[in-house]
């Protein structure tokens, strides 16, 4: 496992244990805002997650497929990040 795989996966945990406590204030039947500021949270942790995922991976699997010849995955790699754009939206 690389460093990078080790922030990812405490980003992910992290968000975990927190959306387990954004649950239960929703149970609980806590205040709105405060349910939403606590989710928020969640959400930044998982952004982050991301943006390290998206990075190991340009740095690592895009930036090999753009050295090589194969023009069709060079293609599909374009294409996955164009479409994980939209998604992101």
Do not use: P, W
Request: with cysteine.
């Amino acid at each position: 496992m690389q460093k990078e795989d080790g922030q990812i996966l405490i980003g992910l945990k992290k968000a975990r244990t927190h959306l387990a406590k954004v649950i239960l204030m929703v149970e609980k039947g806590e205040y709105c805002i405060s349910i939403m500021q606590q989710n928020l949270a969640v959400m930044g942790l998982l952004k982050a997650a991301n943006d390290k995922l998206l990075a190991r991976h340009l740095n690592s699997c895009f930036m090999n497929a753009m050295k090589g010849t194969n023009e069709k995955r060079k293609q599909e790699m374009i294409d996955e990040i164009l479409q994980l754009n939209k998604m992101s939206k």
